[in-house]
């Protein structure tokens, strides 16, 4: 009878981990849209930016992979902008539209590369 609840508590822990996990890949889902959102990046932008198709971005995006870490670092990066700027949205998305001599383009359009989003993480964070 021991090794019937032992399992029970198993299987309640892995759902419970999994309920956690999903709802993570949610929470991330729609902090990186508003986020972009903020920045007045776009859908197709996002996309590019996070190595994944549009429809994915919406619905979760898993914190350990690939497009998670990406997404941690726009959220990163919008974070550093709002400390920059006190929050003035205007000023983060002028800052990201506007050519930089470092990037030889916009901080956008070097974040839809593949090293870009971390050159700019790391360009901000230099600044600190």
């Not at 956690?20 to 890949?25: A, G, R, Y």
């Not at 959220?75 to 050519?99: C, E, P």
């Amino acid at each position: 009878m021991n090794t019937h609840y032992r399992r029970l508590g198993k299987e309640a822990k892995d759902m419970a981990a999994s309920k956690v996990s999903k709802d993570s890949s949610e929470v991330l889902a729609k902090a990186t849209v508003r986020v972009a959102n903020a920045l007045e990046i776009n859908e197709r932008e996002l996309a590019i930016i996070l190595g994944v198709d549009a429809a994915v971005i919406s619905a979760s995006i898993e914190p350990e992979s690939c497009s998670g870490l990406r997404a941690l670092q726009l959220i990163r990066i919008y974070q550093q902008l709002a400390t920059f700027t006190g929050n003035d949205t205007a000023a983060m998305v002028h800052w990201l539209k506007t050519s930089n001599r470092r990037f030889r383009c916009s901080p956008k359009e070097r974040m839809q590369s593949f090293d870009g989003l971390e050159e700019v993480k790391l360009y901000l964070d230099s600044l600190t």
